[in-house]
């Protein structure tokens, strides 16, 4: 993957994995009130989406891991975290030199069985 002007340049092989995963039902954390977000992600599981797709950078991480918390802990009680994935993306600065920003991608599903838990 190369960065060029803050825009993501994807390799061929990147690209197709890109193309192979839906991307309808990712919420992208920015300056809105948590609560937005966590409304955003329950319309997804009420629409019928298995998972939801958080994604967030730089000073948006603590937000985006408060939506999913506060999701999990108050409105979805059988979610479960499939995936935490960190990394860092080197940006170019319109001043000239390149920056580093930390992103953040949590994926969260509905737990499938529900039959299996009122049983323990």
């Given at each position: 993957?190369?960065i060029r002007y803050g825009v993501?340049?994807?390799?061929?092989?990147?690209?197709?994995?890109?193309?192979?995963?839906?991307?309808?039902?990712?919420?992208?954390?920015?300056?809105?009130?948590?609560?937005?977000?966590?409304?955003?992600?329950?319309?997804?599981?009420?629409?019928?989406e298995k998972h939801v797709i958080?994604?967030?950078?730089?000073?948006?991480?603590?937000?985006?891991?408060?939506?999913?918390?506060?999701?999990?802990?108050?409105?979805?009680?059988?979610?479960?975290?499939?995936?935490?994935?960190?990394?860092?993306?080197?940006?170019?600065?319109?001043?000239?030199?390149?920056?580093?920003?930390?992103?953040?991608?949590?994926?969260?599903?509905k737990a499938e069985n529900n039959?299996?838990?009122?049983?323990?």
């Open positions: 993957m190369l993501r340049v994807l390799t061929e092989k990147e690209t197709k994995h890109e193309e192979s995963v839906q991307t309808d039902n990712v919420v992208l954390i920015g300056r809105k009130p948590v609560m937005n977000y966590v409304t955003a992600c329950i319309t997804f599981f009420n629409s019928g958080v994604k967030a950078r730089g000073r948006a991480i603590c937000k985006a891991v408060d939506t999913v918390e506060l999701l999990r802990r108050a409105f979805v009680k059988d979610l479960e975290i499939k995936s935490i994935n960190i990394c860092t993306e080197e940006l170019d600065r319109a001043e000239g030199g390149q920056s580093n920003i930390s992103s953040i991608e949590i994926i969260a599903s039959q299996s838990q009122e049983m323990k």
